[in-house]
C-alpha cells in the first residue's frame, strides 16, 4: 500500500548541544516550559510578575520534569504590544536573578528577537540560550550570539516548508561562517502559516526538516491552529495540545516549549516507550 509509511515514527535528530561546558544530549526529547514575565501574553496562566509568583512557576516547571525554562518578557501574540527594549530588560533583570537562585540547575532561554537583550542576559544573568522568534531580523543578533557562543534557536517566520528550508540553509551558513556552534530550528508554528490549515500542511511533513541534521523544536502550545480548529479557547485547549506534541514527536521534534509541563513530559515518556520496545 502506497499510505503505509503515513504513522512512521521518526526518531529524532542525534544532536548535544553546550550549555556552559555541559553536553546535553536532545536524541531524548526534552520539555521546555514557558515562562512569561509579562502582563499580556496570549495565555493567562503563563503570565507571571512578581517575585513570589516567579519563583512558583519556576518550581513548578522543574519539579513537573522539565528540563529547561524559556523565559520571555515581551508578547509576541498575534496584536500584542511590542515594548521597548529598556522596558523588556527591566522585567527579565527583575526575573532572571529569582529563577536562578529558585531552580540553579534550570536550563535558561531568553525569548528575544533583541541582539541586545540576548547579549546582557547571558553576560549579566547567565542565560544559556537564545529563543529568537524573528529568525534573525535584528542584522546584530547572528554576530551576537555567534560571539557569545550560547546554543541559538532559530525560528522561521516562512509560509511553507519550500520556503522555509531555503531560508534556514542560507542562515544556517550564515552561522556557521561567523562560527556559531549550536544551533536549533523552530518551524514557527503560528507565525507567518495563516491560522489554521498551513500550520497542519507543516506539520504534516515537519520530519523533512531533518535534511538539515539539526535539532527540531516545536512550540505548538495552546495556539490558535487547536483552539480556532475546535471552536474552544487557548483556556481549553490542553487536549489538543497534547495530541499535537504527540504528533511532533513522532515527527522527529527534540524540544517541546509547552505552557503545561507534565502533560508534554508525560507524552515522551510513553513516546520513547514506544520505541525502546519497537519490535526490531
Known amino acids: 500500500m502506497e499510505n503505509m509509511n503515513l504513522g512512521a515514527d521518526i526518531k529524532p535528530t542525534n544532536y548535544t548541544i553546550n550549555i556552559r561546558g555541559q553536553l546535553i544530549d536532545l536524541s531524548h526529547p526534552l520539555v521546555m516550559g514557558i515562562m512569561n514575565v509579562t502582563p499580556d501574553s496570549f495565555f493567562a496562566d503563563s503570565r507571571v510578575q512578581t517575585e513570589e509568583a516567579i519563583r512558583q512557576r519556576a518550581h513548578q516547571i522543574m519539579a513537573e520534569g522539565a528540563k529547561i525554562i524559556d523565559v520571555g518578557a515581551c508578547s509576541t501574540r498575534p496584536g500584542g504590544e511590542v515594548v521597548s527594549a529598556d522596558e ?44 529568537d522568534v524573528e529568525e534573525g531580523k535584528d542584522p546584530n543578533m547572528f554576530p551576537t550570539v555567534a560571539e557569545l557562543g550560547a546554543p541559538y534557536i532559530l525560528m522561521s517566520t516562512a509560509a ?20 556559531q556552534k549550536d ?39 495552546r495556539k490558535r491552529m487547536i483552539h480556532q480548529l475546535l471552536g474552544i479557547t487557548a483556556a481549553e485547549s490542553l487536549n489538543g495540545t497534547t495530541v499535537l506534541n504527540t504528533i511532533s514527536l ?21 513516546v520513547e516507550a514506544m520505541r525502546q520496545n519497537a519490535e526490531q
Open 160 to 179: 511553507n516548508l519550500h520556503d522555509m528550508l531555503i531560508d534556514f540553509s542560507r542562515e544556517v551558513q550564515e552561522l556557521r561562517a561567523l562560527g
Open 88 to 131: 523588556e530588560m527591566r522585567r527579565l533583570a527583575f526575573a532572571l536573578p529569582i529563577i536562578r537562585e529558585a531552580e540553579p540547575d534550570a536550563i535558561l532561554s531568553i525569548d528575544t528577537f533583541r541582539a541586545s537583550i540576548a547579549k546582557r542576559t547571558i553576560e549579566e544573568f547567565g542565560a544559556d540560550i537564545i529563543n
Open 250 to 270: 513522532m515527527k522527529g521534534a527534540n524540544i517541546l516549549r509547552v505552557h503545561d509541563v507534565r502533560p508534554a513530559v508525560e507524552a515522551v515518556r510513553i
Open 183 to 221: 544551533i536549533i530550528l523552530d518551524p514557527g508554528f503560528g507565525f507567518g502559516k495563516g491560522a489554521v490549515d498551513g500550520n497542519y500542511t507543516l506539520l504534516s511533513v515537519m520530519e523533512r526538516l531533518q535534511v538539515m541534521e539539526l535539532p527540531i523544536l516545536v512550540g505548538i502550545s
